[in-house]
């Protein structure tokens, strides 16, 4: 077989186009560099994967610590809950002492003025009292001395003698 039965027998069979499709596939895959395209996609999937694994990883940290806070939540939440029911029950005593305190005052308060009053009315009427007997009095003297002149007399002369008894410095 001669060489031009050789290219006859290429003609005519398909071999010819796979050659041709052959050459130009191993000319694009020397000229793209597939290997090197496909070295690098594989290390984009692994720091890719990697990257994952650390998300994961630190979501799932994340994850445990939110857990950890919320199971002290209910904790926390009682001990506000206390110190609140106790903030209310030192504000309602004192605010009760206080009102006792503010009782007890206006009682004492209340007896004083009561007790101020019935001194003033006491001392109105014994000076009412007073005057109403001295009126008596005066009336009574000026009458006994209108209807005996010799009492009026007598009392003229004791004023004397008690003016002269006086000694002037």
Do not use: C, P
């Amino acid at each position: 077989m001669d060489f031009t039965e050789i290219l006859n027998y290429i003609g005519r069979t398909n071999l010819f186009n796979f050659i041709i499709f052959a050459a130009i596939i191993i000319y694009l895959y020397r000229k793209i560099k597939v290997t090197d395209k496909i070295e690098q996609a594989k290390e984009g999937v692994v720091t890719s994967i990697e990257d994952s694994k650390t998300a994961k990883a630190e979501s799932e940290d994340a994850l445990k610590k939110i857990e950890e806070s919320l199971s002290h939540i209910a904790d926390e939440i009682d001990g506000i809950i206390k110190k609140s029911e106790d903030n209310a029950k030192l504000v309602g005593g004192k605010i009760l002492e206080d009102a006792g305190k503010t009782v007890s005052g206006i009682k004492e308060n209340t007896e004083k003025t009561v007790e101020n009053k019935r001194t003033v009315l006491r001392n109105d009427l014994i000076k009412r009292a007073s005057t109403a007997s001295i009126e008596v009095a005066k009336n009574h003297i000026i009458n006994e001395l209108n209807n005996n002149y010799d009492l009026h007399q007598k009392l003229i002369d004791e004023s004397i003698e008690a003016i002269e008894g006086v000694e002037l410095k």
